[in-house]
């Protein structure tokens, strides 16, 4: 087997047991970075044209990815003094993820295309070995990078209790003007198109204390900023599809998670996409309690009534429904005292699900003592007319 002690490893060894994971990854990012930065200008073009197409396919979740290793590669970083590129096989350089089977039943190509790169990489084939990976490392780049917008600097703080930190802080240095209103739209310059000067887009200022303003739909106190809860919820999936294909980036390369401007990006959006989705949640639970008034008064509760409480989990990123009966089925009279107990019994059980995290559980309870402080004013008054 070919000597490969100088090849950067994306696997643990004997090693890198002595350094803590953080110097460990610090090292894989940089050594392959080194590596890359090695070789011709032309490879080096010629990889990135390479990682484009790779990484949209992982983003459009293909069954079936191909590359192209290039001809000849520098395979040592720093490279040798007259060291010349070693020519990779042709019949290597060809190389496809993924079948026919995956393709027909709808299967993911990640998975496949990180096995194929991991046999490369363990190829006695040195040029081979590390075409594979700084195509890895080229992809995962890629799309932390060039596929991702960048964002404003910004700065969260977490709210009490919870590790996350969600609350957007105002930037110090931009005080607020004298002549506008929180809901005044202000022009602020994006990074211009090259060739077409600068752009500005208008942005209230609590849509500007986030990362990516063009993304925010709710303010303080859950103000819509938007037309409807449609669009909001449009703004929601656009943000999960940015931390989407962060995810996807550090499932290919763990390493890239030391990147600078990987840990700005998941910062920026992270704290965002958690205050933007739990918002998202308390508005549509302030619509279940009209809907639910709205019904109770025109007598069409009486046949049992079920809900589905909206809440954002911050460990999967998404929204989810918490079902729970608050009336059984049948001809049973809707008072306000059965979504107030309801409330109160699902309360119990939440504080002690260890499936959801700390700060999901938090949420999750606010929005159940909003649900049960909507009706407790009229369960008190329906029990004090009965008494009387």
């Known amino acids: 087997?070919?000597?490969q002690k100088n090849l950067p490893r994306t696997s643990s060894g004997p090693a890198a047991a002595a350094e803590t994971q953080g110097d460990y990854l610090q090292n894989e990012y940089r050594n392959w970075q080194t590596?890359?930065?090695?070789?011709?200008?032309?490879?080096?073009?010629?990889?990135?044209?390479?990682?484009?197409?790779?990484?949209?396919?992982?983003?459009?979740?293909?069954?079936?990815?191909?590359?192209?290793?290039?001809?000849?590669?520098?395979?040592?970083?720093?490279?040798?003094a007259g060291g010349q590129p070693v020519p990779v096989p042709a019949d290597q350089r060809e190389q496809l993820a993924g079948g026919l089977l995956d393709r027909f039943t709808g299967?993911?190509?990640?998975?496949?295309?990180?096995?194929?790169?991991?046999?490369?990489?363990?190829s006695p084939d040195r040029a081979v070995a590390v075409g594979a990976g700084l195509?890895?490392?080229?992809?995962a780049v890629t799309m932390v990078r060039d596929m991702l917008p960048a964002g404003r600097s910004v700065r969260y703080i977490a709210a009490e209790g919870e590790g996350i930190p969600t609350i957007p802080v105002a930037d110090e240095l931009e005080p607020e003007s004298a002549i506008t209103a929180p809901t005044d739209a202000i022009a602020e310059e994006e990074q211009a198109e090259a060739g077409r000067g600068e752009l500005l887009v208008p942005f209230v200022p609590a849509a500007r204390r986030f990362y990516l303003p063009q993304w925010v739909a709710f303010g303080e106190n859950d103000q819509l900023l938007v037309n409807s809860l449609s669009e909001a919820e449009a703004y929601l999936a656009s943000m999960q599809r940015f931390m989407e294909v962060l995810h996807t980036a550090v499932s290919l390369a763990p390493y890239i998670i030391v990147d600078e401007l990987y840990q700005?990006?998941?910062?920026?959006?992270?704290?965002?996409?958690?205050?933007?989705?739990?918002?998202?949640?308390?508005t549509q639970t302030r619509e279940i309690i009209q809907t639910i008034k709205r019904r109770a008064a025109a007598q069409d509760l009486n046949r049992g009534l079920s809900l589905s409480l909206p809440y954002f989990d911050d460990q999967t990123l998404e929204l989810?429904?918490?079902?729970?009966?608050?009336?059984p089925s049948g001809r049973i009279m809707f008072v306000p005292a059965f979504v107030v107990r309801?409330?109160?019994?699902?309360?119990?059980?939440?504080e002690q699900d260890t499936r959801l995290s700390a700060s999901t559980r938090q949420h999750l309870l606010a929005e159940l003592h909003m649900l049960e402080g909507a009706f407790t004013t009229s369960a008190l008054r329906s029990t004090g007319s009965s008494n009387s």
Do not use: C, W
């Not at 459009?60 to 590359?67: M, T």
């Not at 195509?135 to 992809?139: E, G, K």
């Not at 989810?320 to 009336?327: A, L, P």
């Open 1 to 3: 087997m070919a000597d």
């Open 35 to 80: 590596l890359f930065e090695a070789q011709p200008v032309i490879v080096q073009q010629y990889l990135q044209a390479q990682a484009r197409q790779l990484a949209d396919a992982l983003v459009h979740h293909s069954s079936q990815l191909r590359f192209t290793l290039p001809d000849r590669l520098v395979v040592e970083a720093p490279a040798a």
């Open 107 to 122: 299967h993911d190509g990640r998975a496949a295309l990180r096995q194929r790169l991991s046999e490369l990489e363990g």
């Open 135 to 139: 195509i890895r490392h080229a992809t």
């Open 264 to 282: 700005q990006k998941r910062y920026g959006m992270l704290g965002q996409l958690v205050n933007q989705g739990r918002a998202l949640a308390r």
């Open 320 to 327: 989810k429904m918490h079902n729970f009966e608050v009336i």
């Open 342 to 350: 309801a409330s109160r019994l699902e309360g119990a059980k939440v």
